[in-house]
């Protein structure tokens, strides 16, 4: 009894640690999806630059771990600004065809890229001391960097909620995602929102391609290995939503956990299954506000 609760435990624990990084990766997809209707298939990429900008400072440069971060996030929205600016805005009037072909050739000419910079290994993440080892919590031992992921990225998901929530350019955005032609004719500038959302979608994507590092292994197939599950997250929680991929991402987390620990035979089966059974139930997701 004592094993299976320790077991239960455990997987509950690494589960929510995956499932926070999942989600401050995906909800940027969500969120841009939702407003722009643009399907964003290479969204992984900035969360391998994020990864790879990390890993770099750390390894090669040196820097400290909370300012290798940083620059995970700052360098990543502002290239993805400049990326908006010079080619995803001459297809947000296009087909869905087009924007698929668009961005699946993005994420080629990046892994192309990332191998010829990096190579073609899995990059080491050279955590500071304080982050290594166990960290003593109710009675039992967690790895520090889990529980310090786990702890960050709650409080990146509550200050997200509150600036959607709660400040004049959520409203901007909740009032886009629910009628866009209505937000534009109160005056709201559409444009400059979408590459403001655009820029703070991709740098969370960064950022949490940095923080998750240490899990998700940084190498130039981050982009294809990843992103049925960033677009499992953005189609169970639902478009434009906060709420529902959060819900989503700790869903995934915890399942994919479990299936590697007790039923790693049958990989991610259950979880494609339980996905499509959901949108089966719910084509919008569970909070989705449009298809």
């Not at 969500?30 to 990429?45: E, I, R, Y």
């Not at 869905?96 to 899995?122: R, S």
């Not at 039923?263 to 089966?280: D, E, R, V």
């Amino acid at each position: 009894m004592d094993a299976l609760l320790s077991s239960l435990v455990s997987i509950a624990f690494h589960g929510v640690a995956y499932g926070m990084v999942l989600y401050v990766i995906s909800v940027g997809l969500s969120v841009t999806m939702g407003l722009m209707g643009f399907v964003n298939l290479a969204h992984g990429v900035f969360a391998m630059a994020g990864g790879y900008i990390l890993t770099s400072s750390l390894g090669r440069f040196a820097l400290p771990f909370p300012v290798a971060v940083g620059l995970a996030f700052l360098l990543v929205a502002i290239g993805s600004m400049a990326l908006e600016r010079g080619l995803y805005r001459h297809f947000y009037g296009a087909g869905e065809l087009e924007q698929v072909l668009f961005t699946i050739g993005l994420i080629f000419m990046a892994v192309a890229i990332a191998q010829l910079v990096f190579g073609t290994l899995q990059q080491p993440v050279a955590l500071p001391p304080w982050l290594k080892g166990q960290f003593p919590l109710l009675g039992r031992d967690f790895p520090a960097y889990r529980v310090f992921l786990i702890v960050v990225s709650g409080a990146m998901i509550a200050a997200l909620w509150f600036g959607v929530e709660r400040t004049l350019w959520g409203a901007m955005v909740r009032a886009a995602v629910d009628n866009r032609a209505m937000a534009q004719s109160i005056g709201i500038n559409t444009r400059q929102l979408f590459a403001l959302t655009f820029a703070l979608g991709s740098g969370l994507a960064g950022l949490g391609g940095a923080l998750g590092a240490e899990i998700i292994a940084v190498q130039p197939t981050y982009p294809f290995e990843h992103l049925i599950y960033f677009l499992t997250v953005v189609s169970v929680g639902g478009l434009g939503s906060l709420r529902g991929p959060f819900v989503a991402a700790l869903f995934i987390g915890v399942s994919d956990t479990a299936c590697k620990y007790w039923l790693p035979q049958f990989g991610a089966f259950f979880i494609y299954a339980a996905t499509i059974a959901i949108l089966l139930w719910r084509p919008t997701g569970l909070f989705g506000t449009r298809v």
